[in-house]
């Protein structure tokens, strides 16, 4: 389908993927590797077209939750493992092992499940998800030891990894994850000591990196980061500015110019009647390919021309906006609800307000219902 058809569309540059994940490397400890989380169709931004961008890049592992997602990232036939996180049934381990991908146990019928799978006469790799005090997924922090024990004695298996995750958002978060990453430190410790070394080990994420906090895992595990969003409730926690959103722009057309005369008996917004004379553009784009009604006190603008134009309403399938100050406006031109035009912009974090939302979430609620198109070095595409 052509713009022409119906033009709505997401950028997304790689560009600014390579420069955050440049800018986690120099915020990591010595040695330390990178795994990108590519969950939930990674962070909105396209699986597969993130995950062929990124697999030059040296990566200890791709991590998802979705089954499809890491069955179409493996067709692609990629050279960086694919870890799927916690969340299969016992039952559905081999379906994991059979398609190539590492599954995560978390208990004991998880495991012999996967040992099951393995090859005759080879071993199934599994990675261990601890909960370090999350409350989550994984096994308990004080029975992590004896399972790791316990794991060792299964024919079959092959623990490659071992891994927990203690997101904060606050400086009160940052101060309890100080104490989790100490106790899971000591986990690691003691299993040393017992000649339990998986050549993956890791509890840092993106809120642990921006924040400086260190720890004796020899990776880290990235999403937030990676894709420029902040993992944080409180900006203060970390200074952000080194990371930029991958998803630059999002834009349509106007596919209607209309002039409405003073008095004009319209109900564009609930105005029924123009109180003076009014302007309107048209842009296809509405509740339908994820944009959020406005939420109340909010002000939400596109960029037109360079200038800024008001939102009057948002429908289903339809912006509806105000030209009154961009008078030359005409159909054809290029409305931005994201992104720069001349000296003009509009950020994400402006958009999620608009959203009632965080910045996350705004990403989300857009993904997969426009047009993608990438760009930057790596891309080898401009739309799916």
Not at 2 to 27: C, E, F, K, M, T
Not at 52 to 69: H, K
Not at 139 to 150: G, M
Not at 278 to 293: C, F, I, K, L, S
Request: aromatic share 6%; glycine share 14%.
């Amino acid at each position: 389908m052509s713009d022409a058809a119906h033009p709505a569309w997401a950028v997304y540059d790689l560009d600014r993927l390579h420069a955050n994940l440049a800018g986690i490397r120099r915020r990591c400890g010595p040695g330390q590797a990178v795994m990108a989380a590519l969950k939930g169709n990674a962070y909105g931004h396209g699986a597969v077209p993130v995950a062929r961008a990124l697999d030059g890049e040296g990566l200890a592992a791709f991590m998802t939750g979705s089954f499809d997602e890491a069955r179409r990232i493996g067709a692609e036939g990629l050279r960086t493992p694919i870890v799927m996180f916690a969340g299969a049934l016992p039952a559905g381990m081999a379906d994991l092992v059979e398609a190539g991908l590492v599954p995560t146990v978390v208990d004991r019928a998880g495991a012999e499940a996967a040992a099951r799978a393995a090859q005759p006469g080879g071993t199934a790799p599994v990675y261990v998800k601890v909960d370090a005090g999350l409350g989550r997924l994984g096994v308990a922090l004080e029975a992590a030891e004896d399972f790791l024990l316990d794991l060792a004695a299964i024919e079959g298996l092959e623990v490659q990894g071992l891994y927990t995750h203690l997101p904060f958002g606050d400086a009160r978060g940052r101060g309890w994850a100080e104490g989790r990453f100490a106790a899971f430190d000591d986990l690691l410790a003691r299993l040393e000591e017992r000649g339990l070394a998986p050549p993956v080990t890791q509890a840092g994420a993106s809120a642990s990196v921006a924040a400086g906090l260190s720890d004796r895992a020899n990776a880290v595990c990235v999403g937030h980061l990676l894709y420029g969003l902040s993992p944080f409730s409180d900006a203060s926690v970390a200074d952000l500015s080194p990371y930029r959103p991958v998803l630059a722009e999002v834009g349509s057309r106007l596919v209607q110019v209309s002039d409405h005369p003073q008095g004009s008996d319209i109900a564009i917004a609930g105005s029924f009647g123009t109180k003076r004379g009014r302007r309107t553009g048209v842009a296809p784009v509405g509740a339908a390919q994820g944009v959020a009604r406005p939420v109340p006190g909010s002000r939400p603008e596109v960029l037109i021309r360079g200038r800024r134009a008001p939102i009057l309403a948002v429908s289903l399938e339809h912006l509806t906006l105000d030209l009154t100050d961009v008078g030359e406006a005409e159909v054809g031109d290029t409305v931005l609800l994201l992104g720069g035009d001349g000296e003009a912009a509009i950020g994400l974090g402006e958009l999620a307000a608009w959203f009632g939302t965080r910045e996350l979430d705004a990403v989300l609620a857009l993904s997969g219902r426009l047009t993608a198109r990438y760009r930057g070095a790596g891309s080898g595409i401009t739309r799916i």
